[in-house]
């Protein structure tokens, strides 16, 4: 049987914080998402965790939004967990951005995590300059993280959204000790590397989360199924191209679609951590995997070049939304296919 690749280690700027360059995303962990995402019931997150602890993985993204802060805290202690294991948390995300709404946010993961500290907490999905002066402001989440910070209740503070504005704002200010961007740095869409955000977060000695390297599902699972999905939704039909064509280059050098996205990010200096969600034990295997891939960098950028897709199509140029604003699906939409998927699981 082959030997596992080994995860590298890598260290989150200045934090300082030492950890593995593959976290395990807990999106959908608890039931909530999409049905792509979701696991349920106690055994199968305890199998889920246990596999990333003993594939090497000592990092654990969850969220306030994703509802299952309290199923971890209760379930880590029965995985065996290595006394080095890194958890970030994050909150926000339609709930507000003040300093009391943090602060109740932090005590109630510390209670739910089981955790004296935070090493670890994001600001979740701000969207526009105005969220981030808000938070950056007089009685914001800044102000509350700050306070939090000088109780030792959390070590270090980040942002966390796939919208390229207040990313740039948190680079640019200084105040951030990592940043997280969902979506913006995949085969697909390369606008955290091209618009200068990742250079200018490396030369402040600032982390860097890539997540949803998968882009909500087309690039791990191909167009070879019955409906390719882009964040979770069915994929525009230029998408669904261009992602084929990546298909075709990916067929030529012998390697699969989602073992290339992968080894994209991991093999890019600018991203120190790269966080896709995983739902299985083969999943995590396959994701470890990838750090062994016999591509080089040449060729992981001949694979990007062939899917190269106007980025207006991905929600471009500021993503605050991962579609054009006409071809947007409605909240109904997602609903009903959601209800639609779980019905035929």
């Known amino acids: 049987m082959p030997e596992t690749p080994r995860i590298p280690s890598v260290t989150l700027g200045r934090t300082g914080l030492v950890t593995s360059k593959l976290s395990l995303g807990t999106y959908g962990w608890g039931g909530l998402g999409?049905?792509?995402?979701?696991?349920?019931?106690?055994?199968?997150?305890?199998?889920?965790?246990?596999?990333?602890?003993?594939?090497?993985?000592?990092?654990?993204?969850?969220?306030?939004?994703?509802?299952?802060?309290?199923?971890?805290?209760?379930?880590?202690?029965?995985?065996?967990?290595?006394?080095?294991?890194?958890?970030?948390?994050?909150?926000?995300?339609?709930?507000?951005?003040?300093?009391?709404?943090?602060?109740?946010?932090?005590?109630?993961?510390?209670?739910?995590?089981r955790l004296q500290k935070l090493p670890l907490m994001f600001v979740h999905d701000p969207r526009t300059v105005e969220d981030m002066r808000f938070i950056m402001g007089p009685g914001g989440a800044l102000e509350g993280l700050r306070k939090l910070q000088s109780e030792r209740l959390v070590e270090y503070i980040g942002v966390a959204t796939g919208t390229l504005a207040p990313l740039r704002i948190a680079v640019e200010s200084g105040e951030f000790d990592v940043i997280q961007f969902p979506r913006l740095y995949t085969l697909l869409n390369q606008s955290a590397l091209s618009s200068g955000l990742l250079a200018a977060a490396r030369a402040r000695n600032i982390g860097t989360l890539s997540a949803a390297p998968f882009g909500g599902a087309i690039l791990a699972t191909g167009t070879r199924v019955p409906e390719p999905l882009y964040t979770f939704s069915p994929a525009l039909p230029e998408v669904v191209e261009a992602v084929q064509r990546m298909e075709r280059r990916c067929t030529e050098l012998g390697v699969s679609l989602a073992v290339a996205a992968l080894a994209y990010n991991y093999t890019e200096p600018l991203v120190d951590v790269t966080v896709p969600g995983m739902v299985s034990v083969r999943e995590i295997s396959e994701n470890v995997s990838a750090f062994d891939a016999d591509l080089n960098r040449q060729q992981l950028e001949s694979i990007a070049a062939a899917g190269r897709i106007d980025p207006s199509l991905l929600g471009g140029p500021e993503f605050?939304?991962?579609?054009?604003?006409d071809r947007r699906p409605s909240r109904e939409q997602l609903q009903a296919r959601w209800t639609a998927a779980v019905a035929t699981r």
């Open 320 to 325: 605050l939304s991962a579609w054009p604003a």
């Open 34 to 113: 999409p049905p792509e995402v979701r696991v349920e019931g106690d055994d199968n997150i305890l199998a889920l965790l246990r596999a990333a602890f003993r594939a090497g993985i000592r990092f654990i993204n969850t969220a306030e939004a994703y509802g299952n802060e309290a199923i971890l805290g209760r379930l880590l202690p029965e995985a065996d967990p290595p006394s080095d294991v890194l958890i970030a948390t994050t909150f926000g995300h339609g709930k507000g951005f003040t300093a009391d709404q943090f602060r109740a946010s932090a005590e109630r993961s510390l209670r739910e995590l």
